[in-house]
């Protein structure tokens, strides 16, 4: 059965502390990696869908990495308006579900 | 101009009733999805549908029916309801079944007493 484990599991930066956030992931074949995020009350929000090991993609301070068993959500200089839930799931084989992982939380302080 | 609705956006109702939850998307997608997001925030894949047919079907309860009158909609029904039905449900869309970008709907919080 596919596995995505999140870690950590909440994180508190200051506004400019860059910092990442990591995936882990078991699946057997994996067809995409993405990366969401989820403010309080609102349903997850696509960021990024990553294909294969080496892959990278930006979008402003946000980076995402993946290799053959996991992948980073770097930020760089966050902002207080990044506060939020970053989700990252995983579709494999043949099937469309996303397998997600729990999230982490994190928080960007003044 | 909202992509992916759900109504109620709240629903408190007492234990063994029967509720539906609605969804509506207006972005001329073919699949359609319902998540279960339980108290610990984990998200989990209940049933996608692909134009109107059921292809995914996950360990659910078979209280749960999902239905498709036709592509734009997806509406969940739930018999005798239980304390741990209590969640939040996710309706989410994408383009086709294979695609990647799922567009998720502002979810319903479902509470059992």
């Known amino acids: 059965e596919d596995q995505v484990t999140q870690s950590p599991e909440a994180l508190r930066l200051q506004e400019g502390e860059s910092s990442s956030l990591n995936c882990s992931y078991t699946?057997?074949?994996?067809?995409?990696l993405f990366w969401y995020r989820q403010d309080p009350g609102k349903g997850p929000e696509f960021l990024f869908t990553?294909?294969?090991a080496g892959e990278e993609k930006e979008k402003e301070r946000l980076k995402a990495t993946l290799t053959k068993k996991e992948s980073f959500l770097h930020i760089t200089a966050p902002k207080p308006e990044d506060s939020a839930t970053y989700l990252c799931?995983?579709?494999?084989?043949?099937?469309?579900?996303?397998?997600f992982g729990t999230g982490t939380r994190l928080q960007v302080t003044l | 101009d909202t992509a992916v609705s759900q109504t109620p956006k709240y629903l408190v109702t007492q234990m063994g009733n029967d509720k539906s939850i609605k969804c509506e998307q207006n972005?001329?997608?073919?699949?359609m999805y319902w998540y279960k997001q339980d108290s610990k925030k984990f998200l989990k894949i209940m049933f996608s549908?692909?134009?109107?047919?059921?292809?995914i079907n996950e360990t659910v309860p078979n209280r749960f029916s999902p239905k498709s009158p036709d592509k734009a909609h997806l509406n969940l029904h739930i018999n005798s309801l239980e304390l741990g039905d209590s969640a939040v449900y996710f309706c989410?869309?994408?383009?086709?079944?294979?695609?990647?970008?799922?567009?998720f709907g502002p979810g319903t919080r479902l509470t059992v007493l």
């Open positions: 989410a869309s994408s383009l086709l079944v294979s695609d990647n970008e799922q567009f």
């Open positions: 799931a995983v579709q494999a084989g043949t099937a469309s579900k996303l397998t």
């Open positions: 972005l001329g997608h073919d699949t």
């Open positions: 549908y692909n134009n109107k047919e059921l292809i």
């Open positions: 699946v057997s074949g994996l067809r995409g």
């Open positions: 990553l294909y294969s």
